[in-house]
């Protein structure tokens, strides 16, 4: 969708204040630490995937989207999830007071659960039941498509030429992925020139973007 989130050459943002890697903390107050804890832990309930959880923060107002700090945004899509996916009611969440005793599938995640699931991963890469469409070296364009569910192809990229510059095996689609549809295709690097993107104006430079096959058609 074209939220909030999808800020690639907008105009009016500002410049970015970047902190120094080498001092950026972990988490800048202790809430934030809490509420990764909180999101990893609610996920384990396993109501949800990666691809759903972003959309629930996507789905937000734009102003509210960029009014929130980062771990905001995370606080408003968790919200959304464990609502939506009935783990607790709206009543519930708008009291802080629960209505009935938890359902007896459900088990408290600890850290050392939480620390194990950390470790396994959840890769999203999947075996290929087909040759990949394009090539290094390939020219391609995205497709100038305006969905109103999640993707991963930047506005920026729509209707805009690159090159394959590498190929990265065949990945969970995060589009079908967000409505709970499971299925995989190729994924690619694509370099864009910044002409390409941003107009005669732009420096030399160029942008690298991972895209799946269904974004892409050949030239």
């Known amino acids: 969708m074209n939220g909030g989130h999808d ?3 907008m105009h009016g943002l500002g410049a970015i204040d970047a902190e120094p890697e080498e001092i950026e903390p972990v988490f800048h107050a202790e809430w934030e630490r809490r509420m990764l804890a909180l ?3 609610s996920a384990a309930h396993g109501r949800w995937n990666i691809d759903v ?3 629930a923060r996507e789905r937000q107002h734009p102003a509210d989207y960029l ?3 980062y771990y905001e945004n995370w606080l408003v899509g968790l919200e959304t999830l464990l609502v939506e996916s009935g783990l607790i009611s709206a009543n519930e969440l708008a009291t802080g007071k629960a209505e009935a005793s938890a359902a007896p599938t459900l088990r408290a995640t600890g850290p050392a659960d939480m620390a194990a699931g950390l470790r396994k991963g959840h890769p999203v890469d999947v075996p290929p039941t087909e040759p990949p469409a394009f090539e290094i070296g390939s020219v391609v364009q995205v497709r100038n498509f305006n969905p109103t569910g999640h993707t991963r192809a930047p506005r920026y ?3 805009r030429q690159g090159t394959i510059a590498g190929l990265h095996g065949c990945h969970i689609f995060p589009d079908t992925h967000s409505v709970e549809v499971e299925e ?3 994924l690619y690097s694509v370099r864009f020139s910044a002409e390409e993107l941003w107009g005669s104006g732009a420096s030399g430079s160029a ?3 991972d895209l799946w096959e269904p974004y892409l058609e050949g030239l």
């Open 39 to 41: 999101s990893l832990a």
């Open 184 to 186: 995989a295709h190729h």
């Open 7 to 9: 800020l690639g050459g």
């Open 53 to 55: 959880s972003r959309h």
């Open 157 to 159: 990229t729509r209707g």
């Open 67 to 69: 009014r929130n700090s």
């Open 207 to 209: 942008v690298f973007v």
